[in-house]
């Protein structure tokens, strides 16, 4: 999943809200304030959310990797990479 959602959480199609696509917003009567929600559409937005996290946790590892690889080739044979 992209770090920043483009699809309904319901259905998948593309969103019209911030969360949901015009379709099923008006089939659950979601066109309301997210506090008036009922569980089951809020426990979706909290697990979107908790995707979004590990998603940019797992981007900024990735990012770090290369990084800390030269440092460790540094810290072991005490040299970089290619010198």
Known sequence: ???FQRTCIVCGGP???RWLCLKCERAYSLDVPFRDWPGWAK?????CWR????ELRRLRY????PIA???VRVDIHGE???G
Do not use: H, K, N, T
Request: charged share 30%.
């Open 62 to 65: 990735e990012a770090d990797v």
């Open 80 to 82: 970089r990479e290619g």
């Open 69 to 71: 690889m030269v440092v």
């Open 15 to 17: 969103i019209g809200s």
């Open 51 to 54: 995707e979004r996290r590990a």
């Open 1 to 3: 999943m992209p770090p």
């Open 43 to 47: 426990m979706l937005v909290r697990l």
